[in-house]
């Protein structure tokens, strides 16, 4: 059983719309990272959220952090083609120092 | 400052032989990861360094899996002898600390034919 489920596990859309990607599990985290991994290359932290109910912006990126801090979001507004890649949740579970990565999310922006 | 380090990039081997993938992490960073990655999947951990002592290999296979951070800085993993299903990407990390921030190295992408 996979701990950190993300969905969709692919995402195809126009430039300019908006999206949500999202990442459960059943397990809390002590705190959850997003990363973003371009073909060839390791994946890139984009944030950390700590605490329950948490909300960070990066530019046109809103991550939000579920107040049990049991699942994650990250919404994009007005998706650009630089914006593709494969999307990841991972986390710490409290008591378990392994970063644990989710299933990934690949998105795809068409111009 | 140089990120995590990598080599090689590629490396295409026929099955029943060696290979070892070699990894040099950002100066301090005493945790070390090695992931594999599947097309398509997240990374999945093999072995976590805190400075030389593996603290975690549970996913490891150890029977064809080896790892080695001997002075508590860079690693290498062998594979010893690679089967077809070990055509993955393998990652490297570090990070200050185990839960901190975790920078990637750009990978191996090992192909066994």
């Known amino acids: 059983t996979q701990l950190l489920e993300q969905s969709p596990q692919f995402l195809s859309i126009q430039e300019g719309e908006n999206l949500t990607v999202y990442c459960n599990s059943s397990?809390?985290?002590?705190?959850l990272q997003w990363y973003r991994q371009e073909p060839g290359e390791g994946p890139v932290l984009l944030v950390t959220?700590?605490?329950?109910?948490e909300v960070k912006k990066l530019k046109r990126l809103t991550f939000q952090f579920g107040d049990a801090r049991k699942d994650s979001s990250l919404h994009i507004t007005a998706a650009q083609p630089g914006d593709t890649g494969l999307y990841l949740c991972?986390?710490?579970?409290?008591?378990?120092?392994?970063?644990?990565f989710g299933t990934g999310t690949r998105l795809t922006i068409i111009p | 400052e140089a990120g995590v380090v990598q080599s090689p990039r590629y490396k295409i081997i026929e099955k029943k032989q060696p290979v070892a993938f070699w990894c040099n992490p950002i100066?301090?960073?005493?945790?070390l990861y090695w992931y594999r990655q599947n097309l398509g999947q997240g990374p999945e951990l093999l072995i976590r360094?805190?400075?030389?002592?593996?603290?975690?290999d549970s996913q490891l296979p150890k029977d064809r899996f080896s790892a080695e951070r001997l002075k508590g800085v860079d690693s290498t993993l062998k594979i010893q002898p690679a089967e077809l299903g070990d055509s993955a990407v393998y990652l490297c990390?570090?990070?200050?600390?185990?839960?901190?921030?975790?920078?990637f190295g750009q990978g191996t992408r090992l192909t066994v034919v």
């Open positions: 360094y805190e400075n030389e002592e593996a603290v975690d």
């Open positions: 991972a986390g710490d579970p409290p008591g378990n120092e392994k970063l644990t």
């Open positions: 397990s809390v985290f002590s705190s």
């Open positions: 100066s301090g960073h005493n945790t």
């Open positions: 990390a570090s990070s200050l600390g185990s839960g901190a921030e975790a920078f």
């Open positions: 959220v700590v605490t329950g109910g």
